[in-house]
């Protein structure tokens, strides 16, 4: 199912170097009324109580009652915007959904300016190994943060106190906490990146610098650094640079390239293509069906650091069958045929059709075996290929070589999805680490953009949830080759994914 981004606002903090400039400089943030506040609660419980597919696929409705009611004991006084978001945020984390979020993309521009684009980020990227934040890529001036350096703390905080606290905002289905610590890395692919933008709403920064306790590779000691915030600006420039210079400003997204033996190999770090004019589905199915007429011993598909978005698996799916194929057992139900009328004027979408299912909702003749008991549900049958479910038939030249397919715990949407069917039908290797997303299904596919009329706050609303048959795992899908990255792999620039998908080809 697609994770969709659609637009967003912030607000910008004030950083000070002393309290005495700050009130001699600086108003008080405007304050949101209490009673507002809870009127836009009430709105997202009414939303999500009669609309949300998953509401109750990890809660019961005893705790989803209790969360509601501590989002309304936290909104009981008057609040600024930033306390606003961050009680938002949290309340929809609850919930235990990978596609439920104050969507930073969604917001206004004037939220966007007030909370999002502040000088807080940290001058570095960096990804999360055993809990332990370890740096990527170094922006500071000083050149002080060497590739697989190890972060200590910050300002003080030891970073596994900052993580356990923006693991309160981060989104993901179910138990799985792996997704939740790798979307709180920093990696350059976004402009809004959730550490960058929650960092500095719980941890509010008094100065233009951090104070770093670090641990440099090849070394025990640990040193104390102090380096410059980074502005939005600088933050997001690297990236726009990177797009720019990709091949001379053309539209394609994904990249491939041929390596020793003649396998090929084809990176695809997004599948959202919702706007882009690139004719992908033509792209890929020359790369796929030249791998094939030139009898590529292998394709390696590398999915890392990619959250989902169209189904461009069901196309490379296409190329490694022989005969039609049912994806997967699940099936689509929805909360709700029609919207109720007092909720559309807080709810944007891009298809009216999602306001009134019609005939595409049918009563089920009994309760779905694994849809909570809570709330009755109906199929969805606008997007079935037949009774069975979605089908896959064979296209373009089949491709008859070995498939092994790089995966992380960003894949939680549309290539959690591509990765299970890929796992559960025999069609290829998964190396890397453990997916996001959930064997107990997902929500998706169709989205409400929820706006909360006081405060200004969007919040995503998925209306699709799929359900297996029987009870799953609440886990994602485990890789058939286990990899785990080291803070020296970094260090020493290795690609140990890359590296084991090419050991189990051995000489092929």
């Known amino acids: 199912m697609p994770f969709l981004r659609k637009l967003f606002r912030p607000r910008i903090m004030c950083f000070f170097v002393s309290v005495s400039v700050c009130c001699a400089q600086c108003q008080e943030p405007p304050l949101l009324r209490a009673a507002d506040l809870r009127s836009d609660a009430a709105i997202l419980r009414e939303a999500y109580g009669a609309l949300h597919p998953g509401l109750y696929r990890y809660n019961t409705k005893g705790q989803m009652d209790a969360a509601f009611a501590e989002l309304n004991q936290q909104l009981d006084h008057d ?44 001058p570095y990227y960096f990804q999360w190994l055993n809990r332990r934040m370890i740096v990527t890529e170094d922006f500071s001036k000083q050149h002080a943060f060497p590739a697989g350096t190890e972060i200590v703390s910050i300002n003080a905080i030891p970073v596994e106190n900052i993580l356990t606290r923006l693991m309160t905002i981060a989104r993901a289905d179910g138990a799985n906490d792996s997704k939740r610590i790798a979307q709180l890395g920093v990696t350059g692919d976004s402009e809004y990146e959730t ?22 590779p090849g070394s025990r000691r640990r040193v104390r650094v102090t380096a410059d915030a980074l502005t939005f600006e600088q933050r ?69 650091g990619n959250e989902g978005g169209n189904d ?7 190329h490694l069958i022989d005969e039609p194929m049912t994806l997967s057992p699940m099936r689509r139900l929805v909360r709700y045929r029609k919207v109720p009328d007092d909720l559309v004027p807080y709810l944007d979408t891009w298809d009216k059709c999602f306001r009134d299912w019609g005939a595409a909702a049918v009563d089920l003749p009994k309760p779905w075996p694994t849809a909570p008991h809570e709330v009755p549900y109906l199929k969805l049958t606008r997007y079935d290929d037949d009774a069975a479910g979605d089908v896959i038939k064979p296209s373009g030249r089949r491709f008859r070589g070995k498939v092994l397919v790089l995966i992380d715990a960003t894949n939680s949407s549309a290539t959690f999805q591509f990765a299970q069917n890929l796992k559960s039908h025999h069609l290829g290797i998964l190396v890397g680490q453990p997916t996001g997303g959930s064997q107990r299904g997902i929500n998706g596919g169709a989205f409400f953009f929820l706006h909360l009329p006081h405060s200004g706050i969007e919040l995503d609303l998925p209306l699709i949830g799929t359900f297996p048959p029987e009870p799953m795992p609440d886990t994602g899908v485990t890789p ?20 084991a998908a090419l050991r189990q080809l051995g000489n092929h």
């Open 79 to 122: 609040e600024t915007l930033q306390e606003a978001f961050l009680a938002f945020s949290e309340f929809t984390a609850k919930v235990r959904c990978g596609h439920t979020q104050a969507n930073p993309f969604n917001q206004s521009k004037e939220l966007m300016q007030e909370l999002f684009k502040g000088p807080t980020r940290v």
């Open 236 to 304: 997001t420039d690297p990236m726009k640079r990177r797009e720019e210079a990709r091949k001379g400003g053309s539209d394609v997204l994904f990249e491939s390239k041929q390596l020793a033996g003649g396998r090929m190999y084809i990176r695809m770090p997004t599948w959202a293509l919702y706007d882009s004019k690139w004719d992908w589905k033509r792209w890929l199915n020359e790369k796929v069906d030249s791998a094939a007429e030139d009898h590529a011993p292998a394709l390696i598909l590398d999915l890392r």
């Open 480 to 499: 058939d080759v286990l990899v785990t990255p080291t803070a020296s792999d970094i260090a020493g620039g290795r690609d140990p994914e890359l590296e």
């Open 195 to 216: 550490f960058d933008i929650y960092y500095p709403l719980f941890f509010p920064l008094h100065a233009r610098q951090f104070e770093f306790v670090v641990r440099r």
């Open 312 to 318: 461009v698996g069901n196309e490379i799916l296409s």
